[in-house]
């Protein structure tokens, strides 16, 4: 496909269970970020990747949170031990240039993650 | 620090009405503005973006948005509602001046279009 797609779109989780949602930002796109949108919020800025490179984590809520794009394609946004407080949509985005603040940023679907 | 504030979590218009979203923002450099748009169970979709160029933005689906420094406003505006514009709207901020420099959202308002 042409955009961003994200994998799964649903995940139910039992509190304390690690989960791994999936981000295929658009070929040849550099930029790509993640975003955290609670219920009834605006998307909160997670962490951006460069090609491979991690270069901002600012937003990640705690060290249960790690993100990786080991070949600058595919990225993974994992949460260990999640909790009920990570219940929210994942949105990623993906830009063509880096820095991404003036290119538009696509954005995938999301993954809503429910913990129970 | 950068924000967004969105004016009204929720606005009702008619079929054919004027639509006016209101965003106010707050920034320390010269803000890049912009305005998405998001269905149900759909990513965010770009409406427009100012980028320091022309200060009414005209984007997608017959949206227009003015951005006025005077005010620190980026208002959304259309002439004449869609029962299809029903979505949920987000204003935007970013610096312009950082690499790698993420969007900061509003909380976003619902937009309802009635017949």
């Known amino acids: 496909g042409a955009g961003v797609s994200q994998s799964p779109r649903y995940k139910v989780a039992k509190r304390g269970q690690d989960v791994a949602l999936r981000c295929d930002p658009i070929?040849?796109?550099?930029?790509l970020f993640w975003y955290q949108q609670a219920l009834g919020q605006g998307p909160e800025f997670l962490t951006y990747?460069?090609?491979?490179?991690?270069?901002?984590k600012s937003g990640l809520p705690s060290d249960r949170f790690f993100a990786e794009r080991p070949e600058g394609s595919v990225s993974t946004l994992k949460i260990q031990r999640t909790q009920q407080e990570d219940s929210a949509v994942y949105l990623c985005?993906?830009?063509?240039?880096?820095?991404?603040?003036?290119?538009?940023?696509?954005f995938g679907p999301g993954t809503r993650l429910t913990v129970l | 620090a950068q924000s967004v504030t969105q004016l009204g979590s929720h606005v009702s218009v008619s079929e054919g009405a004027l639509v006016l979203l209101r965003c106010n923002y707050s920034?320390?450099?010269?803000?890049?503005l912009f305005w998405y748009v998001q269905y149900p169970n759909q990513g965010l979709q770009l409406l427009l973006k100012?980028?320091?160029?022309?200060?009414l933005v005209k984007g997608i689906n017959g949206f227009e948005a003015e951005f006025k420094k005077s005010e620190t406003s980026f208002h959304l505006t259309k002439p004449s509602a869609h029962m299809s514009d029903a979505a949920e709207y987000f204003c935007?901020?970013?610096?312009?001046?950082?690499?790698?420099?993420?969007?900061?959202f509003g909380k976003g308002t619902t937009l309802s279009v009635s017949s």
């Open positions: 985005a993906s830009s063509l240039a880096p820095g991404g603040a003036v290119d538009e940023q696509f």
């Open positions: 070929s040849g796109h550099v930029s």
């Open positions: 990747f460069q090609n491979e490179a991690q270069l901002d």
């Open positions: 920034s320390s450099v010269p803000p890049y």
């Open positions: 100012y980028t320091s160029a022309a200060t």
């Open positions: 935007a901020v970013s610096s312009p001046n950082q690499a790698g420099t993420a969007l900061i």
